[in-house]
């Protein structure tokens, strides 16, 4: 398990993004530098996004800043009641998420299908 983790690590920022060939994280990670890997998880604005529960994507989408400090503060919890935005479909993660029908696009997120 840890030898498939980490055959993932130097290429995180490209299996992250959107459209790799366009456009990779900004910033980028590299997974040697250890300024880049301090800025993984909710530390990174679009991993973030990411890894937001996807109830509360509309309020980060608002104010991603004052949404990542909720995250690391535990006022907004991100537990396995609440699925993470990145495993609904959408360029940006969980944007056709809706709310009254949570089935929908559940488990077509971009990064699920790589």
């Not at 530390?43 to 990542?68: F, S, W």
């Amino acid at each position: 398990r840890s030898e498939d983790a980490s055959h993932l690590k130097p290429v995180i920022g490209q299996y992250a993004a959107y459209d790799p060939d366009d456009k990779d994280l900004d910033p980028p990670i590299r997974a040697n530098n250890q300024r880049s890997r301090a800025k993984m998880g909710i530390n990174h604005l679009q991993l973030a996004r990411m890894l937001c529960p996807v109830k509360h994507l509309g309020e980060y989408l608002k104010d991603p800043i004052a949404t990542r400090q909720k995250l690391e503060n535990g006022d907004i919890k991100m537990c396995a009641l609440v699925w993470p935005a990145m495993v609904y479909s959408g360029k940006i993660a969980g944007e056709h998420f809706n709310p009254q029908l949570v089935q929908n696009g559940l488990f077509e997120g971009y990064l699920l299908e790589r």
